[in-house]
């Protein structure tokens, strides 16, 4: 198992479940080599499981989870392209967005659901509305 790490460039404003993103978001989405055709469904989805403990729960073993998939609303965490999904380099792909000033203390993992792809997928993670050297941690 190998890991890699890749910047790309994505110039497009991500309006996720009817409102645009501003601020500060962490942003993932797919990639897949080789490439989809243009008008195909993506193969794909993320989801991702938000893992928190509340102050009222004092034991370091208990915590709080969600799970989010295609069919959820994201809007507690930040947003998704679900209902509209976004052309990526390699084809469409669904965009999750973590709002980390509303998420402070929150632990998500993403988890690639793949349906039929016989190929390369990687997720994609990126910041948006961060400038300079702010490290991700320090935004919210």
Same mark, same amino acid.
């Given at each position: 198992?190998?890991?890699?790490?890749?910047?790309?460039?994505l110039?497009?404003?991500?309006s996720?479940?009817?409102?645009?993103?501003?601020?500060h978001?962490?942003? #993932?989405?797919?990639?897949?080599?080789?490439?989809i055709?243009?008008?195909?469904?993506?193969?794909?989805?993320?989801?991702?499981?938000?893992?928190?403990?509340?102050?009222?729960?004092?034991s370091?073993d208990?915590?709080?989870?969600?799970?989010?998939?295609s069919?959820?609303?994201?809007?507690?965490?930040?947003?998704?392209?679900?209902a509209?999904y976004?052309?990526?380099?390699?084809?469409?792909?669904?965009?999750? #967005?973590?709002?980390?000033?509303?998420?402070?203390n929150?632990?998500?993992?993403?988890?690639?659901?793949?349906?039929?792809?016989?190929?390369?997928?990687?997720?994609?993670?990126?910041?948006?509305?961060?400038?300079?050297?702010?490290?991700?941690?320090?935004?919210?």
């Amino acid at each position: 198992m190998s890991m890699s790490l890749q910047i790309s460039y994505l110039r497009q404003d991500i309006s996720t479940e009817s409102k645009k993103l501003g601020g500060h978001y962490l942003q #993932a989405y797919l990639t897949y080599d080789p490439p989809i055709m243009p008008n195909q469904q993506p193969p794909a989805e993320i989801e991702i499981i938000d893992a928190y403990r509340p102050k009222h729960i004092e034991s370091p073993d208990m915590c709080i989870y969600s799970i989010f998939d295609s069919q959820s609303d994201f809007t507690s965490v930040g947003g998704s392209t679900y209902a509209n999904y976004v052309i990526g380099p390699t084809g469409l792909t669904p965009v999750i #967005a973590i709002n980390p000033a509303v998420n402070k203390n929150h632990v998500f993992y993403f988890i690639l659901r793949n349906h039929d792809y016989n190929g390369l997928i990687n997720i994609n993670v990126i910041t948006s509305g961060l400038s300079g050297s702010t490290r991700f941690d320090e935004i919210g």
